[in-house]
Every structure is written in C-alpha cells, then in structure tokens.
C-alpha cells in the first residue's frame, strides 16, 4: 500500500462510484462511500457484495477476503464527515459540470490540506474543476472504465496545475490497485473519449441514415474488429445520457463540427430511453 495514501473517500455511489470503492477495498484502502441517500449507499453494497460473490465463484477472491473487503468500507451521507481525515478524495457523481463544481468546493472546504482531489470525470476539464478549489496543484483525473473490477484501464489526467509528484503518486497509486495507468493531458475528451464517443456517434448515424441494424452494425464491429461489445450496446451500457454529455464537451470544447451529436441520440435521450439503467436504449432490456 501507498503509505501516504491510505485512507479514501468516493463521492456517488453509482456505477462507477461502487465500482471504485470495490477495488479500494479489496486492495485494503480504507474506504468512505458518500452519496446524498442512504439508500442508494445500501443499494451500491449490495451491488458491490453481488461482484465481490462473481470473484469469489471464480477463485479470484476467498469468502474471507471479500468480507474483510466489505468491513473496509463505510457510507456516509454528509460530505463534510465522510472526507474529512481523507488523503485521497474521488468524485465520481454525475456528469454535469455545475455538481461537479459544487462539489469539488466542498471537498476543497472539508478534505485535510494535504488531501488529493480526484475526480473520475468522463469529459469535463480537469483544469476547470482545479480553478475552483484554492489547492489546483493536487486536483487530477482518475478516470476509471465500467465495469470498474474489470477493466484494467484507469486514464490518468493531468490539469494545468497539477504538480508532477502528485501524478506519479496517482499513478503509483492505481497500478497498487492492480490496474494500468496511462496519464494523458487536460483537453476535451482526454484520450478515451475523444476517440470512443466519435465511433459510438458514426454508429449511431449509420444506423439513422438505415444503412443497416442495430444488431448488424454491432456484429460488424464485434466480429469483424474483435470489439467485445458493439458500439450501440456499448453506449446502451455506458447510458445515452452520459454519451450525449460527452459529445456535446468534445463538440463545444474542440470547435469541429465532426463531434455533433446524432440526432437520433439526442431524440433518445429526449425519450428518456438511456439504455440499460432505463430498460430501453438501442436494445429492450429486463429491468432489474
Ligand atoms: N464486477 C466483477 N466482475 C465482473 C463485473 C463486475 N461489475 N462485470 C463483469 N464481471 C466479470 C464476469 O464475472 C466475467 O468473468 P469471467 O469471464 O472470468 O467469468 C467477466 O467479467 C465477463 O463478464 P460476463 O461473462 O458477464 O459478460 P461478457 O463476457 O459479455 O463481459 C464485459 C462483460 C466485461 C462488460 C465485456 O463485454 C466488455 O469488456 N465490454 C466492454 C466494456 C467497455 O468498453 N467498457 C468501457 C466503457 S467506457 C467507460 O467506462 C468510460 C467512459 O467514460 C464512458
């Protein structure tokens, strides 16, 4: 363990909140899960239990371990409580810059001095969220994949201000959690986004303009290019809400009109048909 970084805080228990915390406690970090509703802290450790019991079937991880993991995490319903002995702080709530904003003020105002402020924004500026806390040399990008166990990738992105030790102790950091960081620089998108969301829009269009099915422009990209989902499942699975919000930073950051949104996706996300998480996207699902 980094001994300088034991103790964290997750901010938003949603997918990729209960995600990081997982792998912070099964690599036996102290971690803090706040979110604004109890309930959903106990919605996100039930889940977290659920993926902990996939390892476990699997021999990636004993019943002891997983339990041990679990007795590492606590929830917290006031962000002032739940941060404040913290030496890293990451939020992951939703995508939209005004709560991000706000809460990384609030995280500036509670978390100790010497704390990391971590954020696992998809698109918005890393430089942007610095600006508005009074420390912008240790804000950084820690910008994990879903499914958060899984996927080995954490992209590590470095604001404007970000001081060079506090990249390498972040990145030192994530490879103790077992993943591969890869740092990037601050522009829109990063490096993940700016070239996922593009193809994810150019499928979206081919299927608008009916050159062919859902399902035939997934199979052309999974069999053809050895993509483990295709591009319209794979948005249905990230959310066509959190989609749109990123081509819109990519289209209004970079100034190309190559990066406007389909307006199919718009008209879906309009529907409020986000994909999985509402039990219709560009496929139906059973919702859970
Ligand atoms: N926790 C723990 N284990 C999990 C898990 C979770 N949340 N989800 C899946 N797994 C495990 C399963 O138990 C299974 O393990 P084995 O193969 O050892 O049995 C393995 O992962 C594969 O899962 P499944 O068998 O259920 O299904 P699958 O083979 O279809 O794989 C997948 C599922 C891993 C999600 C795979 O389809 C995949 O890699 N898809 C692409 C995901 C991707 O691109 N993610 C990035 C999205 S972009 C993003 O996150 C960032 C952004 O900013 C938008």
Not at 189 to 215: D, H, K, S, W
Not at 234 to 250: E, K, P, Q, R, T
Request: aromatic residues 6%.
């Amino acid at each position: 363990m980094i001994t300088k970084y034991q103790k964290v805080a997750v901010i938003g228990a949603g997918t990729m909140g209960n995600g990081i915390a997982h792998v912070f406690a099964q690599s036996g970090y102290s971690v803090n899960l706040i979110d604004i509703s109890q309930s959903s802290l106990d919605k996100a450790i039930n889940t977290i239990a659920k993926n902990m019991d996939r390892q476990v079937k699997k021999s990636l991880m004993t019943e002891d371990a997983k339990a041990e993991a679990l007795g590492n995490i606590k929830t917290f319903t006031v962000l002032s409580e739940g941060v404040a002995d913290r030496d890293i702080v990451i939020e992951a709530a939703t995508e939209n810059v005004d709560l991000k904003i706000k809460i990384f003020k609030d995280m500036d105002t509670f978390s100790p001095a010497h704390a990391i402020l971590a954020t696992n924004t998809s698109s918005i500026s890393i430089t942007l969220l610095a600006a508005h806390t009074q420390r912008s040399s240790q804000v950084i990008g820690m910008h994990f994949m879903n499914p958060v166990p899984v996927m080995k990738l954490v992209e590590i992105i470095t604001g404007y201000d970000t001081a060079k030790e506090v990249t390498n102790d972040t990145v030192a950091l994530s490879a103790y959690l077992g993943k591969i960081p890869v740092a990037v620089n601050d522009y829109p998108g990063f490096v993940a986004n700016r070239i996922l969301m593009p193809m994810i829009n150019e499928a979206i269009y081919t299927l608008y303009e009916g050159v062919a099915g859902a399902e035939e422009i997934d199979n052309v990209m999974k069999l053809g290019m050895g993509h483990p989902m295709g591009p319209l499942r794979l948005a249905d699975f990230i959310g066509l809400d959190v989609c749109l919000a990123i081509l819109n930073v990519l289209y209004e950051g970079l100034g190309n009109p190559k990066y406007a949104p389909c307006p199919l996706l718009k008209k879906m996300v309009s529907a409020g048909h986000l994909g999985d998480k509402t039990g219709r996207g560009f496929y139906n699902y059973a919702k859970v």
